[in-house]
């Protein structure tokens, strides 16, 4: 069975840094790419940043990007995004979800992570 | 950035009825479209991708059509479970710039 959990939320000062993490099981995970996805309270689904399987590959939102950063360490099964200088639109549960082919679409979702930015 | 649109924003639904669920992309995103299901308190699941292949373990009353620039979930006949929030999402770009629709939430009539 193909799990997901992520790790790492929490209330964080605007300007703080926090590292999410996501333990990936239940499949071959150096084989596929995987993403972060977030979703602001009582809001839609964003798009945050993708990585390929070997991590070759990339990709950020522009919102994020030159702030966060996203990293797998395939040794350990693993997904990570390190989030500096948090600003109060940051707030939001944060996802891992796998990707089904190059990049998308998601086909398995992490229960999701709550990043709180707030003074 | 391609921008996605869905309409209604809110669909009451009878159970047992049929529900029609819309999405448009401000430019063509060929057939990468994929729609999620996202319950209260839960993680989206993949429903359909590639505007018309059903995701494993999706029952066959949903189905997905649509290319270019619009597309259409449909719900055949509408289950209790099925009450939720949907939203469509392009994976056209490459470098990726993945954009997801603001959701239509399918209520209780």
């Known amino acids: 069975e193909v799990q997901l959990v992520e790790s790492g939320g929490g209330l964080v000062k605007p300007g703080g840094s926090l590292r999410l993490s996501c333990a990936a099981s239940g499949f071959t995970f150096s084989s596929y790419s995987m993403n972060w996805v977030r979703q602001a309270p009582g809001k839609g689904l964003e798009w945050v940043s993708s990585?390929?399987?070997?991590?070759?590959?990339?990709y950020y939102a522009d919102s994020v990007k030159g702030r966060f950063t996203i990293s797998r360490d395939n040794a350990k099964n693993s997904l990570y995004l390190q989030m500096n200088s948090l600003r109060a639109e940051d707030t939001a549960v944060y996802y891992c979800?796998?990707?089904?082919?190059?990049?998308?679409?998601?086909?398995?979702w992490g229960q999701g992570t709550l990043v709180t930015v707030s003074s | 950035e391609i921008v996605m649109t869905q309409s209604p924003a809110t669909l009451s639904v009878s159970p047992g009825e049929r529900a029609t669920l819309s999405c448009r992309a401000s430019?063509?995103?060929?057939?990468?479209l994929a729609w999620y299901q996202q319950k209260p308190g839960q993680a989206p699941r993949l429903l359909i991708y590639?505007?018309?292949t059903r995701a494993t373990g999706i029952p066959a009353r949903f189905s997905g059509s649509g290319s270019g620039t619009e597309f259409t979930l449909t719900i055949s006949s509408l289950q209790s479970e099925d009450f939720a929030v949907y939203y469509c999402?392009?994976?056209?770009?490459?470098?990726?710039?993945?954009?997801f629709g603001p959701g239509t939430k399918v209520d209780i009539k």
């Open positions: 430019q063509s995103v060929s057939s990468n």
């Open positions: 999402q392009q994976y056209n770009n490459w470098p990726p710039r993945i954009t």
């Open positions: 990585i390929s399987s070997s991590s070759s590959y990339i």
């Open positions: 979800a796998r990707g089904a082919e190059a990049v998308a679409p998601f086909d398995y």
């Open positions: 590639g505007a018309s």
